[in-house]
């Protein structure tokens, strides 16, 4: 719910003007940075939360810093995924990416979910909780709804088993459907923004409560049936998502 989400620190605002700057042509892909003498005062800012946030987007690949020389600018991540993928391959590339599942049962209804699966209060859904890791430190807490079952057993009944038993190996929800669902029209959509981990999530992911993080949710339908949710909260130093737009 909105009134609950978290007040966004000053660095992560800026941290997104930033971007949006980049994003508009301001500072084009491979040239440097202005001195942040000058970046500061172009921002209205001070220079020590200048340097936060240019810390920040160098740890996520948007700005590249090296010795003795100023930073230049990366081409910047684009909005939007790749393809349907699960996040463990997004954010894997190749490499092996462990699920650990946190909570994996028949949920009632949340906002989030009722607005995007279109639920009712009397609806209960699968809802799987948990934190992927890479080389050994989580990198992102994912939380995904299906469909009721009804709806899924509809579309495909194996589908339906499928997401009612935790899959071995663990794995997240998408990749589940993706596979077993192989024959059905999917597409999804997905939006990204800039947030905090908070206290819950900080402790799952063994961060501090007040670090950055972007907040990526998705919706995968069949059609125009939705039949998944899900949120991904990945913080600050996580591997950045690939992605690619096309006209």
């Not at 930033?18 to 921002?43: Q, R, T």
């Not at 650990?100 to 209804?109: K, N």
């Not at 639920?119 to 859904?125: E, W």
């Not at 597409?187 to 961060?207: D, H, I, K, P």
């Amino acid at each position: 719910m909105a009134a609950n989400q978290p007040r966004r620190r000053p660095v992560v605002v800026l941290y997104e003007r930033i971007v949006e700057a980049i994003h508009a042509g301001v500072y084009p892909p491979g040239s440097p940075m202005p001195s942040e003498p000058k970046l500061a005062a172009d921002l209205g800012v001070s220079r020590p939360a200048l340097r936060e946030a240019l810390i920040l987007l160098q740890e996520d690949g948007v700005l590249d810093a090296r010795q003795g020389a100023r930073r230049t600018v990366n081409q910047p991540p684009q909005r939007g995924f790749e393809q349907l993928r699960p996040m463990e391959q997004l954010l894997g590339g190749g490499r092996l990416v462990r699920t650990t599942v946190l909570r994996h049962d028949i949920a009632e209804p949340t906002d989030f979910s009722t607005q995007h699966l279109l639920l009712s209060a009397k609806d209960r859904v699968p809802f799987w909780e948990a934190v992927l890791e890479l080389d050994g430190l989580a990198c992102c807490l994912a939380q995904e709804w299906a469909a009721p079952q009804e709806r899924l057993r509809g579309l495909l009944p194996e589908l339906a088993d499928a997401l009612s038993e935790p899959p071995t190996p663990p794995r997240s929800m998408l990749g589940v459907l993706l596979e077993v669902g192989q024959e059905l029209p999917l597409r999804g959509s997905a939006t990204v923004v800039a947030s905090m981990l908070g206290q819950r999530r900080g402790q799952q992911l063994a961060r501090p409560a007040d670090t950055p993080a972007m907040l990526a949710t998705q919706v995968v339908q069949v059609g125009r049936t939705p039949v998944l949710a899900a949120k991904y909260m990945l913080p600050a130093g996580a591997p950045a998502l690939p992605v690619l737009q096309t006209r």
